[in-house]
């Protein structure tokens, strides 16, 4: 059994629309503030602009932990 954890950012675009973001094997111990902290530093940054429209705010920041378990074949 493994598991498998992803951070996913997802930030409102100056289109209007999401984008999300994922981060594969984020820093253990994230917190809160950390996230949003980072978040805003994107957006202030202005170094991601998906089909060219600019990061405006955040939307969510979600860990998604996932559980895998390989079975044998004979």
């Known amino acids: 059994?493994?598991?498998?954890?992803i951070l996913q950012l997802t930030f409102k675009r100056s289109d209007l629309k999401t984008?999300?973001?994922s981060i594969a094997t984020p820093k253990a111990g994230l917190t809160v503030d950390a996230v949003n902290t980072?978040?805003?530093?994107?957006?202030?940054?202005?170094?991601f602009a998906p089909d060219n429209m600019a990061l405006v705010s955040k939307v969510k920041a979600e860990l998604v932990v996932t559980d895998t378990t390989a079975f044998s074949m004979s």
């Open 1 to 5: 059994m493994a598991a498998n954890t």
């Open 19 to 21: 984008t999300t973001m």
């Open 38 to 47: 980072a978040m805003a530093a994107i957006i202030a940054k202005n170094i």
